[in-house]
């Protein structure tokens, strides 16, 4: 029964705001008991702190022997206040931070590495992590437009790719694949470090576009955030659930066997409030972001490298080389993640003729005669003159593509 599991939440706890975060409402759903080890304010650095303080509770659940039940589901919500910092630091014009490099997130994916390994060895096996929910329609975005347009355009962000005359919203895009990449394949090489333990990546992003295309902009825009312009409100996180709920029904058979099918409640409001009010709401929680004194992470070593091959404890390398030559297959996939695709080319393929056979190989009904396409890699735009190979773009390799039609001649 589902009653007998319970859940764990680590991460970033929300609980200035009196409502259920969506994790809770989750386990309300699953009808488990919740054991919320999240504070407000947490960074991602928190999290070895966090599980320690869970494998010390008295309140959960054990196992002959002191382990934790298997029957523990353990959900990780965090990097969301790491890159609230890192974007102030571009809204009070310090220039390109970390997030607006390629391939972000190394130093937060590693310590939720650190966090999965701690509740593992202490008898977890079920765990479900949340990508970081850097989505383009959240309303504090409206706030940096300006800014990001002034990096695109001086050509701050040429590392990503970016162009002058690039739209703002494209490095954004671009950084949430990068972010969401590596939060899934850190998911894939846990499960495959530990071939008795599930852990699966949820990803927010792609969850809050399809919100958006179901509920309608209006309704989406108007109802899922509050006044901070970031937090969801009450029903914001009700329909957040429901989406992480559809992921465990999928993954996690045995805890989602008696899941309690409660509707959402009706949208109230329009869950925005003052511009101003909302800027200082977004200053004081980013203070309260930077102002706890994150715990030295140590980092979790990479899988190790024998002989040109990683070890039997490491997961064996979808995008694994084939010769010059030989045919591979790619996987494509948009921003949204409402297309994908496959492509087959050359080993040795530059980016340009990869491009080329992928703007062919892309839906009729998502392209037109003019429309271009651009792909991105691990959070960087890639060039045409670059060889796929070098880029350690092996078959399988996911790549996502943007098309766009070609800004007009001046």
Same mark, same amino acid.
């Given at each position: @029964?589902?009653?007998? /599991? +319970?859940?764990?939440?680590?991460?970033?706890? /929300?609980? $200035?705001?009196? !409502?259920?975060?969506?994790?809770?409402?989750? %386990? &309300?759903?699953?009808?488990?008991?919740?054991?919320?080890?999240?504070?407000?304010?947490?960074?991602?650095? !928190?999290?070895?702190?966090?599980?320690?303080?869970?494998?010390?509770?008295?309140?959960?659940?054990?196992?002959?022997?002191?382990?934790?039940r298997?029957?523990?589901?353990?959900?990780?919500?965090?990097?969301?206040?790491?890159?609230?910092?890192?974007?102030?630091?571009?809204?009070?014009?310090?220039?390109?931070?970390?997030?607006?490099?390629?391939?972000?997130?190394?130093?937060?994916?590693?310590?939720?590495?650190?966090?999965?390994?701690?509740?593992?060895?202490?008898?977890? &096996?079920?765990?479900?992590?949340?990508?970081?929910?850097?989505?383009? !329609?959240?309303?504090?975005?409206?706030?940096? /437009?300006?800014?990001?347009?002034?990096?695109?355009? +001086?050509?701050?962000?040429?590392?990503?790719?970016?162009?002058?005359?690039?739209?703002?919203?494209?490095?954004?895009?671009?950084?949430?694949?990068?972010?969401?990449? &590596? /939060?899934?394949? @850190?998911?894939?090489?846990?499960?495959? &470090?530990?071939?008795? *333990?599930?852990?699966?990546?949820?990803?927010?992003?792609?969850?809050?576009?399809?919100?958006? *295309?179901?509920l309608?902009? $209006?309704?989406f825009?108007? +109802?899922?955030?509050?006044?901070? @312009?970031?937090?969801?409100?009450?029903?914001?996180?009700?329909? #957040?659930?429901?989406?992480?709920?559809?992921?465990?029904?999928?993954?996690?058979?045995?805890?989602?066997? %008696?899941?309690?099918?409660?509707?959402?409640?009706?949208?109230?409001?329009?869950?925005?409030?003052?511009?101003?009010?909302g800027?200082?709401?977004?200053?004081a !929680?980013?203070? %309260?972001?930077?102002?706890?004194p994150?715990?030295?992470?140590?980092?979790?070593?990479?899988?190790?490298?024998?002989?040109?091959?990683?070890? +039997?404890? $490491?997961?064996?390398?979808?995008?694994?080389?084939?010769?010059?030559?030989?045919?591979?297959?790619l996987?494509?996939?948009?921003?949204?993640?409402?297309?994908?695709?496959?492509?087959?080319?050359?080993?040795?393929?530059?980016?340009?003729?990869?491009?080329?056979?992928?703007?062919?190989?892309?839906?009729?009904?998502?392209?037109?005669?003019?429309?271009?396409?651009?792909?991105v890699?691990?959070?960087?735009?890639?060039?045409?003159? $670059?060889? #796929?190979?070098?880029?350690? #773009?092996?078959?399988?390799?996911?790549?996502?593509?943007?098309?766009?039609?070609?800004?007009?001649?001046?």
């Amino acid at each position: @029964m589902a009653s007998d /599991w +319970s859940v764990a939440i680590f991460g970033d706890s /929300w609980v $200035a705001y009196s !409502h259920p975060t969506w994790p809770q409402v989750l %386990a &309300r759903r699953l009808g488990a008991q919740c054991h919320n080890f999240a504070f407000p304010g947490a960074l991602s650095a !928190h999290l070895p702190q966090q599980a320690q303080q869970a494998a010390l509770s008295q309140n959960m659940p054990r196992a002959p022997g002191g382990l934790f039940r298997k029957e523990t589901l353990v959900i990780v919500h965090t990097g969301g206040n790491d890159f609230i910092s890192k974007m102030a630091q571009v809204i009070m014009g310090g220039g390109v931070s970390e997030i607006l490099r390629p391939e972000p997130g190394k130093q937060e994916a590693d310590n939720i590495n650190q966090l999965l390994e701690i509740m593992y060895q202490n008898g977890a &096996r079920n765990f479900l992590v949340s990508g970081v929910p850097a989505f383009i !329609h959240l309303p504090i975005f409206n706030m940096i /437009w300006g800014i990001i347009t002034n990096l695109v355009n +001086s050509g701050q962000l040429s590392e990503l790719g970016i162009s002058p005359g690039d739209p703002p919203s494209l490095p954004m895009e671009v950084q949430a694949c990068a972010l969401n990449d &590596r /939060w899934e394949n @850190m998911c894939d090489a846990f499960s495959s &470090r530990h071939s008795d *333990a599930n852990c699966q990546f949820f990803n927010e992003v792609d969850a809050l576009h399809s919100l958006r *295309a179901k509920l309608g902009e $209006a309704v989406f825009d108007g +109802s899922m955030w509050d006044f901070s @312009m970031f937090h969801p409100t009450v029903y914001g996180h009700e329909q #957040i659930a429901d989406e992480a709920l559809k992921e465990v029904l999928q993954h996690f058979p045995a805890a989602s066997s %008696a899941h309690v099918p409660t509707g959402a409640p009706a949208a109230k409001g329009t869950g925005k409030g003052n511009g101003a009010n909302g800027y200082a709401s977004v200053q004081a !929680h980013i203070a %309260a972001a930077t102002g706890l004194p994150p715990p030295v992470a140590e980092s979790i070593a990479e899988p190790k490298v024998e002989n040109g091959t990683t070890s +039997s404890s $490491a997961k064996q390398d979808p995008t694994q080389q084939k010769k010059d030559g030989e045919p591979i297959t790619l996987q494509l996939r948009n921003v949204k993640g409402d297309m994908s695709f496959s492509v087959s080319c050359s080993a040795s393929s530059t980016v340009g003729e990869l491009r080329v056979a992928a703007l062919e190989a892309a839906p009729a009904d998502q392209k037109q005669p003019n429309t271009v396409a651009t792909l991105v890699y691990k959070g960087k735009v890639l060039q045409d003159s $670059a060889n #796929i190979a070098d880029l350690g #773009i092996g078959d399988g390799a996911m790549v996502v593509i943007l098309l766009k039609n070609p800004k007009p001649s001046a």
